[in-house]
């Protein structure tokens, strides 16, 4: 746990690019730095633990996400993700796949939606300043002790109502998180409107099909299937179910609904996507 005395993010710097959930307003710091409050709405979002809560509870999908990301499974899991890198060339070559596509600039203002347990942070130009939102207080836990001295600022919250202001940010990243959120056109169009005109978003994920590929779907047996990922590969009941309801998800519809003429690429060896936009002028 990240105590009180650990905090190195100041919330009074920058706190005009957050909005409050309830009425748009834009936030002000309290006196303690403690909360972050809208005078329009008279709403107050604490800071725990050095990050911002905009929204506690979740349901659905985010729900699903939440249970497993918070429990022992992930750290489980994780290993197979791992794995699926090393096949790839290592995690930070996999991941290096999407990061490029990221503008080269110095300073650039990075919203991060689904940011985890925010591995790739060292990997990010030191001077980029970064606004990350994520479901999972214990991903947000491990992303902050990842922080450094890095302008890194996190949020409890969703992809679907991003409590930060229109256009204040350079770029937009989301990696491994798109295909499962509740709303996940809503998500990319909450992305497109935090993004300067000119700005360019980046999104990544497993191809929403993938378990079509394992061998006893292919020969009539699903449930063994079913069986190796909930179990096996660590993913649980629920959130296998999860990946099984989306299947047939259109990731290249949405985003050519959102980010017309967008480019959409298969990566790590056809079994990631990324799709790469620029939010019109």
């Known amino acids: ?70 429990s022992p499974l992930w750290p489980k899991f994780r290993f197979w993700e791992w794995f699926t890198f090393l096949c790839n060339g290592g995690e930070r070559r996999s991941r290096d796949k999407v990061l490029r596509y990221l503008p080269k600039q110095s300073g650039l203002k990075l919203l991060d939606v689904a940011i985890g347990d925010g591995v790739y942070l060292d ?3 030191a001077d980029w300043s970064v606004v990350g939102i994520d479901v999972s207080t214990v991903q947000l836990e491990a992303c902050r002790k990842r922080a450094g001295k890095r302008d890194l600022k996190l949020i409890l919250g969703e992809a679907e109502d991003l409590p930060v202001q229109d256009g204040r940010f350079d770029a937009a990243l989301s990696i491994g998180g798109f295909n499962y959120f509740n709303d996940p056109e809503k998500a990319l169009r909450e992305m497109v ?54 299947r047939t998800l259109d990731v290249q519809a949405i985003a050519e609904r959102v980010l017309p003429g967008c480019r959409y690429e298969r990566i790590w060896m056809g079994v990631g996507y990324v799709l790469v936009g620029q939010v019109p002028e």
């Not at 993010?9 to 909360?35: K, P, V």
């Not at 000119?198 to 929403?208: A, F, K, R």
């Open 1 to 70: 746990m990240i105590t009180t005395e650990s905090k190195i993010t100041d919330w009074s710097s920058g706190a005009d690019i957050f909005r409050c959930a309830h009425c748009g307003g834009s936030l002000q710091s309290s006196s303690e730095s403690t909360s972050l409050f809208c005078p329009s709405s008279g709403h107050d979002f604490p800071i725990e633990d050095d990050v911002l809560i905009a929204r506690r509870f979740v349901s659905d999908n985010n729900k699903v996400a939440v249970d497993f990301y918070n």
């Open 123 to 125: 990997w990010l130009p």
């Open 193 to 246: 409107r935090a993004v300067k005109p000119g700005g360019t978003i980046v999104v990544s994920d497993e191809i929403p099909n993938l378990t079509d590929r394992m061998i006893f779907r292919k020969i009539g047996l699903p449930g063994v299937d079913r069986w190796i990922v909930s179990k096996l590969f660590k993913l649980g009941d629920d959130f296998t179910d999860m990946v099984e309801k989306y």
